[in-house]
């Protein structure tokens, strides 16, 4: 309700970030950018929500093997369709997902795994010996975390904003969805509160 609000009020300076909040105003988007033939960045930007919400439900293992379809898809040079983020970026998403594993880097895993083993032995005779002392619980970090593709998932957003809906903006999809939804002419937006003009 808040996306189409604003979406009616603020008419020819509406946001990204609110017509990918309105289902009526999204399709309207994703029809223009699909007769683009510049539907990638949309869809990245899509298949990273739909990773983020279910995140929590799956085990790291299957996050990994999303983040690996994510990568095959939209990440890997020359494939089906590829994002244009930085090449910083980039590597930096390639190495986590496929670090080099050289045989020293391999012995050094396998000791540091040996040690963490001993060190949860520790933890549990500490625990069972000691009574009513408290001892904090050893967590792992999980991986690839939630936040994994946030940075990459921005520097796309940015670019559709600049790119894709700013052409949009100018087209007669958007003319068509401002009239769907009933927008306002010339309203005066300086009386919008600061903290409403936001999704």
């Known amino acids: 309700f808040k996306a189409e609000f604003l979406i009616r009020i603020m008419g020819e300076k509406c946001r990204l970030e609110h017509v990918l909040k309105h289902d009526v105003a999204r399709n309207y988007f994703n029809k223009?950018?699909?007769?683009?033939?510049?539907?990638?960045?949309?869809?990245?930007?899509?298949?990273?929500?739909?990773?983020?919400?279910?995140?929590?439900?799956?085990?790291?293992?299957?996050?990994?093997?999303?983040?690996?379809?994510?990568?095959?898809?939209?990440?890997?040079?020359?494939?089906?369709e590829q994002v244009n983020i930085s090449a910083k970026m980039l590597?930096?998403?390639?190495?986590?997902?496929?670090?080099?594993?050289?045989?020293?880097?391999?012995?050094?895993?396998?000791?540091?795994?040996?040690?963490?083993?001993?060190?949860?032995?520790?933890?549990?005779?500490?625990?069972?010996?000691?009574?009513?002392?408290?001892?904090?619980?050893?967590?792992?970090?999980?991986f690839p975390e939630k936040t994994f593709f946030d940075e990459s998932q921005e520097e796309i957003f940015v670019l559709m904003m600049k790119d894709n809906f700013s052409r949009f903006k100018k087209s007669e999809d958007f003319k068509e969805l401002l009239s769907s939804v009933g927008a306002y002419e010339n309203i005066d937006l300086s009386n919008i509160p600061a903290d409403l003009d936001t999704t």
Request: aromatic share 10%; with cysteine.
């Open 91 to 142: 590597k930096t998403l390639t190495t986590q997902l496929f670090p080099p594993e050289t045989e020293g880097k391999a012995e050094e895993k396998a000791s540091e795994a040996e040690a963490e083993e001993e060190e949860e032995e520790d933890d549990e005779f500490d625990v069972n010996a000691v009574g009513s002392r408290k001892f904090e619980p050893h967590v792992k970090a999980r």
């Open 32 to 80: 223009f950018v699909e007769g683009e033939y510049a539907a990638e960045n949309l869809h990245f930007y899509d298949r990273i929500d739909k990773y983020c919400r279910k995140w929590e439900a799956l085990s790291d293992a299957d996050n990994l093997t999303e983040c690996h379809a994510i990568y095959e898809r939209f990440l890997r040079v020359g494939c089906e």
